[in-house]
């Protein structure tokens, strides 16, 4: 099967509705090809976030020459290179690409739109791939499409930081707030960025033990947790990261993309990385 024709199988398989209810534009989507000729027998398919220079060094190495990453492969939206030219960091991904004979297709849009479920439903791929990962599914508060709720059974935020860096294979999780939290109610809050008195209301109002964002600022929500601890009302934020927060939606499409595509072609998940080292003063 040619490239060209995995992907359009894959977006078929997704439900290809925007946040407003529309069909996804073709023309205006994220979900472009970023690099690479999709008119090749399609050889095998590598999974990530992101396309690094690594996870394409690696893809090269097992002779894929698919790449479905979630995130943009240079750097800004839209793939834009024009600017690039000169930049030698370009350049040597660029090479790698161009030796392996490899396409990058991004999947964000469709995605997020939804992937089938049994009973006709669509949940979103990438927060239903974290969910079965966490092994949350039988905690969920409604539906996963973002943002989740879950209702844990009671646990420390720590111990919970702890089990879910090893489960996601991260460096380390930093917390805000207080650690000793007793965590029983989780909400994956997207994105943190500034005027965020609605989050604030929410986690007053609802009791919420411990957000996990992806984008997170020092300020507005952040300042609210601190002082939430310093008044003797102990909650918590895992600030994962977007990359690190995401990971696992594409590392579960491996899953169902023989279904999507009809047909077995091999797939493999190669994870980006953990976007942050710690280094400690102890």
Known sequence: MKIYEV??????YHRGIDRNGNPIDE?????????????????????SCWATTEVIR????MGA????????????????????????????KKQLLDEGGIVVWRDHDYIHSGIPQKDGSYKDGIWYGVMKTL???KYLVGNPMKPMNFILPEIKAHVLAKQMAETLNLNAIRIIGDPDTLVKKVWFVEHVIGNNNEQIKRVDE????????LELIDFTLSEY??????????????????????????????EYL???????????????GDMYTYVTRN
């Open 258 to 272: 023989n279904e999507a595509i009809g047909e077995t072609i091999p797939a493999v998940f190669i994870q980006s």
């Open 7 to 12: 992907i359009a199988k894959i977006k078929a």
């Open 58 to 61: 690696k893809a090269k190495e």
């Open 135 to 137: 092994g949350w599914e």
């Open 225 to 254: 947790i601190r002082d939430a601890q310093m008044n003797g009302i102990p909650k918590a934020i895992f600030a994962l990261g977007h990359f690190n927060a995401e990971e696992y939606g594409m590392k579960y499409m491996v």
């Open 65 to 92: 020459n698919l790449i479905i990453t979630h995130e943009a492969l240079f750097w800004n939206h839209g793939d834009h290179t024009d600017w690039l030219k000169d930049n030698a960091v370009f350049q040597k």
């Open 206 to 213: 609802e009791e919420i033990d411990l957000l996990i964002p």
């Open 27 to 47: 023309k205006t989507t994220r979900d472009q090809i970023l690099y690479g000729n999709p008119n090749q027998e399609c050889t095998k398919i590598v999974t």
